[in-house]
Each structure stands twice: as C-alpha cells, then as structure tokens.
C-alpha cells in the first residue's frame, strides 16, 4: 500500500545537527514533489521545505532557510531533511507528505503523509 | 509569512452541520483555486479531506464539502458524527516566496 515512514529524530541539544529520512513505499515515488511539515507540541502545522520530482526546485520556510537542506534519492525511494544549527523552536514531530498529482499538474495539496517522527532541540 | 486565519474552536452537536472558515489574502485563498483541507485526530497524521477548493478526495464522505467566496475558503461538515471531532487545517498556495501555507487550525467539539 501507498506508504511514507519518517525516522531519524532524537534528542539534540541546540546549535546541533539531525538528519530525517522518510522511505516511501506503493507508488512512483520519481513522479511527485515531497514536502516536510511540522507540528509543534500543542500547535499547528507549519510547512517547512518542498523538493521536486527531479530534485531541481527547493524552497524552504523562512523559518528554517539557510539552516535546512531538503534532498532525495529517486532510486532508494527517500527524501532526507539535513538540519544544522537547530534551535529549541525546531522541536516538533516532523512529517513527510506526498503533494497531490493530477495527470500531472501540481495541486498544492498534501494526500499522503507519514506517522511523523520527534524532534527535540534541548540542552 | 502569515498563516492563514481560522477559528480557534467550532462545536455543534450530531446531526448538525458545521462551517469552519479559513482567511487569507489574494495573494493565496483568494486568488488560486488550491485550497486544501486536513483532519487530524489527536496523535495521529493529518488526513487530506478536501483539495482545489471543493474536491473530495476518494473514500472521503460526502459530508465533507467546501467551498470559497473571496479570500475565505470554508469546510461544512452536515450530519456531525462523534468521529467528526478533531482538529481541521487549511491550506493554500501562495505567491509568497514560500508557495505554501497552513492555516492556524480548529479545533472541532461534537457536543
């Protein structure tokens, strides 16, 4: 089945650095651009970074731009999320999404997500 | 950027219907037609219920519907079931540099 599975939080203490991985399984995974989402303790969601099919176009939350780096690997079916110098505010449970397709066209929406996966930036 | 202005709570009791409104601007909401909407229930990952603005995805129930006027999209949700409670988020695209964002979410009460 259609599937996304997030791993790699931890604890971290701040100015550290974590490296996501979502492994993405019962679809094309070439086909779509990826998205990590956040959600703080208690909050709402909060859209972080987005990669296209072919890697060619990144964008990020100015939240988290120039600390960040969204990247995929099409032939292992991942997306990874490389966080450096983080912050007691990226503490959140972390998650992948597949972004709508229709015959192609981008819809903006999210219709896959993954369980999600903690991160906690403590000292 | 801005997130996009939702109500902080809504309640309504089975049976009845409920509207769930969601503010932003013609630089998203009001000027695309990509309005999306998520439940999620508490612990669990958010769940794509409705996409361009008005378009249920399939295996959503067709309680489930939206619709926009302006720059305010809104989810109804008719014949309220328990299961209905939960917490329920916009979305849109915009022409910020950012292209996409959330609104701040509501929380849903069936009484």
């Known amino acids: 089945q259609v599937q996304l599975v997030e791993s790699g939080g931890g604890l971290v203490k701040p100015g550290g650095s974590l490296r996501l991985s979502c492994a993405a399984s019962g679809f094309t995974f070439s086909d779509y651009y990826m998205s990590w989402i956040r959600q703080a303790p208690g909050k709402g969601l909060e859209w972080v970074s987005y990669i296209s099919s072919s890697s060619s176009y990144t964008n990020y939350a100015d939240s988290v731009k120039g600390r960040f780096t969204i990247s995929r690997d099409n032939a292992k079916n991942s997306l990874y999320l490389q966080m450096n110098s983080l912050r007691a505010e990226d503490t959140a449970v972390y998650y992948c999404?597949?972004?709508?397709?229709?015959?192609?066209?981008?819809?903006?929406?999210?219709?896959?997500w993954g369980q999600g996966t903690m991160v906690t930036v403590s000292s | 950027q801005s997130a996009l202005t939702q109500p902080a709570s809504v309640s309504g009791s089975p049976g009845q219907s409920i509207t769930i409104s969601c503010t932003g601007t013609s630089s998203d909401v009001g000027g695309y037609n990509y309005v999306s909407w998520y439940q999620q229930h508490p612990g669990k990952a958010p769940k794509l219920m409705i996409y361009?603005?008005?378009n249920r995805p399939s295996g959503v129930p067709d309680r489930f519907s939206g619709s926009k006027s302006g720059n305010t999209a809104s989810l109804t949700i008719s014949g309220l079931q328990a299961e209905d409670e939960a917490d329920y988020y916009c979305?849109?695209?915009?022409?910020?540099?950012?292209?996409?964002?959330f609104g701040g979410g509501t929380k849903l009460t069936v009484l």
């Open positions: 999404a597949r972004e709508s397709l229709w015959f192609g066209e981008l819809l903006y929406a999210f219709d896959i």
């Open positions: 361009d603005v008005s």
């Open positions: 979305s849109s695209y915009t022409s910020s540099s950012t292209t996409r964002v």
